[in-house]
């Protein structure tokens, strides 16, 4: 029996039924069976690609992805995760569209959705819009289908937002299931997310939030530091307190990158920016206050240099279980002494875990297509053996 | 039987043997068994699409779009029509391409052409020009498979240019025909093509001359009003005169929007730019003189300025056919009071019609791809037909 | 029994065991007969394509394109290539991503190789580095393929480097091969690869070099000529003298256009830039030398405008066999009169080869399916029959 096919037997027992025609905001939007459906289902897409089965569950029909930062990893797991269901990507690119010349959001979503299963939205810049932004443009599309504008209904995955990068977290998550052996190896382990000092400032906070959302639930003890000021969003705090209440894990906050690193299983040290002055910024751009911003800019600069020894130095690493915690980062890591001066990251600790850290990123494409893949399809299990007794991708 | 097998049957009562292999300029070109062909296939390609059936008439192939000006929604309706058939788009971007370094237009569209089964060109900046090009580029392609440089001979949907803008216009069309019941309930019906009022200037005349050169051939009574100095080109007045008379319809030029709004079934209230001054600024751009270019905009700015009343307010909407005609635009709109001061229609208009708006603006995908299936298939019957019967698009 | 089973059956009397998974960078790495196998393929490509056969050898798949220089033909060669053989071309565009911020080449090879294929690089800039960058992204992915990141080990298609254009001068050599009516009558042919004036500076050597490297392998009198000062390469001379030597042609340096073009039956006239010149260009780059880099411009547009009598005039195809050389170029040219008010080629010689010229460019999307065909195919012979059996491209 493949692993596919035992992969698809687990899913038969999630209670899942939810998930057809669903949108992924944020992980706790969705039920632990759910989440336990995605990682799957990534599995299984990687078996059969490995086995070089085709993947296509769409014979024609677009991606949708809307980049408002750059991106390149991220455009390229979507652009892959389209690939390997048989969907073709169109860039809504807001330079080259008439969406500066006052369009709406609601009108944009059906005017780019009319052949749309899937849209992919990466919108982290602004504390307090980037969820917004993606809500509207669904709740548009939403209506179109209702109304017989659309004849598919698309669905969202979160490319990341202001609130949460589920598609980051899920990749990590996945890793570090694959890394300790099974999530049944996970209860008890210590995860320590932590500020980093980056010579750049204004890093989104979604992937601390998303990560602290997300670990909680697996038992582990899920550990948040970083300096003072430089808290995330206390909604989602409270998400991880009842996520590790629920699940007999822990979460709790200490002070210094020090304490957190202590017999840590995993790190994930990783700039971002405070809060509070992302929500300040939102404001000073919306007024189109550009003294304001380049005077917050200087200031948070200011403000981050004080933290030049949030670093995960050598000597930091060696207060990890056995000096060896899995170390994890989204990527582009700052690194000291090779992309910057003083960064995030030891260019000697970055460099002995490089391929454990290739392969967090390569779970990505695997995790939006699961994500595509179980709001698209009825009946993930049936389809999933399908494919499985399907065709080559590589046909010679 | 299903809508498509109806309408494969109509398809084949229509004399559409010239359709094979020919070009889409302009509306004008074409013959009403021809356009009716379009608007036929145009339906059962939305009619398979909603039973979700395959419509790919290509295993592999390119469409080569090329947008000499700024555009989302031709270009995602473009881009949509082309994945319906199979085909991939690949985008002449001119700021990536070596155009700006002096080649010309012969031997681009010969070199991007290799795989090309479909070109979409939309040019529509200057009078004079657009159509021009897109002439210049079919002649190249047509020589370069007579010569045996590429092995298909790729056809043109014409995304807009300086004279008609078919693709919108024909899905104008196709939502006035579903919205009335029929092509055969339209005859003696108002509908006013009208100047209105946008703050910002040069809109092209694509529109306004591309709904009365084809609206005309309905047995509607189509009215066009705008401000002196307002005019259309006079070759394509000349066409819905002829249209008008053959299709025992009308068409008249009236002085105010009041006098076009009066008992009109639908309206159509839209910017464009005067054609003598469209032509001025041609010549002024081919001359590079950057100074007349922004003395004629300041001009053309404070000369619209004065006919800010020729918006479509909630008062003239109740001049209207039982104060509900049917509000079309081909967006985006000015809309008053919500991208700008004052512009083409109030804003409690647009929002009353957004649903008509975005269904109206959905038949484009549809219209394109059928322009494309009735210029590449010999036996267009046969392949609806085969269609109906064919696989799932949505696999699983 | 059709082309394309007679060109397998000649493919399978080569021995290119060695093709599969391996990488394309220059002609001089592969064998005679594995050259033979390029055209070969590339020729039942085609034969394939002409008869509407459906060349897909891939259900799924991405190429990724990464162009470090502007590109039309190259990107459009490309996009075909892809489409034809059913990969999806997804481009890393340096200027939405991320790479400027610091990222290695290592990292963003196995991000953007998730679901690649095949890569295609250009990269022809900077003498030097053109071909580093590609050997450490390629190094990089195989490394990724090693670890268990990606599940497909992709191949390079070398677009353009600093040393050799293989698909260039492999499409260039197709296109003699069949204006000559095969390979066996080659022997003896003489042909002229010359520089020749351009009013703009810093062309790249890699057509030259990739000329000389090649055409010397088919028993032809290759003659390079250029003014003093624009040596090519010394390596890639030491290498065209070596295939001469071993296939019994020739080749040699002469001092003018003029003896260059006397009795030739192919001249390549095209300008390039000095080689040491180039050299100092990308250390000045390095150091960010702004005043440097135009100080060189303008010595080396001096220097360019000394030999404005190196072209391909009238006068000087009348010295060519019969006064009719078969004419060359990569396209685009700098044509006298037309593109430029003096440049490398006469308006009227150019325009009299413009069908062969355009069928010389005609066979680069070939060339680059043929070399990922055979880098991912096991059994290319056996692919061509199941090919040539197989179903429609174009399905109704």
């Not at 014979?59 to 809307?66: N, P, Q």
Request: hydrophobic share 40%; charged share 25%.
């Amino acid at each position: 029996m493949s692993k596919t096919i035992e992969l698809a037997q687990h899913l038969e027992k999630l209670h899942i039924n939810n998930m057809y025609k669903s949108d992924f905001y944020w992980t706790w939007d969705k039920t632990d069976e759910e989440l336990d459906a995605i990682f799957t289902v990534a599995d299984a897409l990687r078996d059969l690609r490995e086995r070089n089965k085709s993947t296509r569950i769409f014979d024609s029909g677009l991606g949708i992805s809307i980049f408002r930062d750059n991106s390149t990893r991220t455009r390229f797991s979507f652009a892959s995760a389209c690939n390997l269901l048989g969907l073709t990507v169109q860039d809504l690119d807001e330079k080259k569209s008439q969406i500066a010349h006052g369009e709406t959001v609601r009108e944009t979503a059906n005017m780019v959705s009319f052949m749309a299963d899937v849209i992919g939205i990466r919108d982290d810049m602004f504390i307090g819009e980037g969820h917004k932004y993606q809500k509207t443009f669904m709740d548009a599309v939403k209506e179109g289908y209702r109304d017989g504008i659309l004849e598919q209904q698309p669905t969202l995955v979160n490319l990341q937002c202001d609130v949460d990068h589920p598609t980051q977290c899920m990749a990590d998550m996945l890793h570090i299931i694959h890394q300790f052996g099974g999530v049944e190896n996970l209860k008890g382990k210590k995860i320590a997310m932590t500020w980093a000092y980056s010579p750049s400032y204004g890093k989104p906070l979604s992937v601390p939030q998303g990560v602290i959302g997300l670990m909680t639930r697996f038992g582990m003890d899920v550990v948040l530091a970083h300096p003072e000021g430089y808290d995330v969003m206390p909604e989602v705090e409270e998400i991880a307190k009842k996520n590790a209440a629920a699940t007999g894990g822990s979460y709790k906050k200490v002070a210094t990158m020090e304490e957190a690193f202590q017999d840590a299983d995993i790190v994930y040290p990783k700039s971002w920016a405070p809060f509070a002055a992302m929500e300040e910024r939102t404001k000073l751009y919306q007024a189109g206050d550009q003294k304001g911003i380049d005077e917050l800019e200087k200031k948070l600069l200011a403000q981050n240099a004080q933290y030049k020894n949030w670093t995960c130095s050598e000597e930091m690493m060696k207060r990890t279980k056995n000096g060896s915690a899995l170390y994890l980062h989204c990527l582009p890591a700052d690194i000291t002494g090779l992309s910057c001066p003083e960064g995030e990251v030891d260019n000697s600790v970055f460099d002995r875990y490089l391929v454990p850290l290739y392969k967090e990123a390569s779970y990505k494409p695997y995790v939006i297509a699961a994500m595509i893949m179980m709001s698209k399809v009825k009946d993930p299990v049936s389809a999933l053996m399908a494919l499985d007794a399907a065709d080559k991708r590589k046909l010679f």
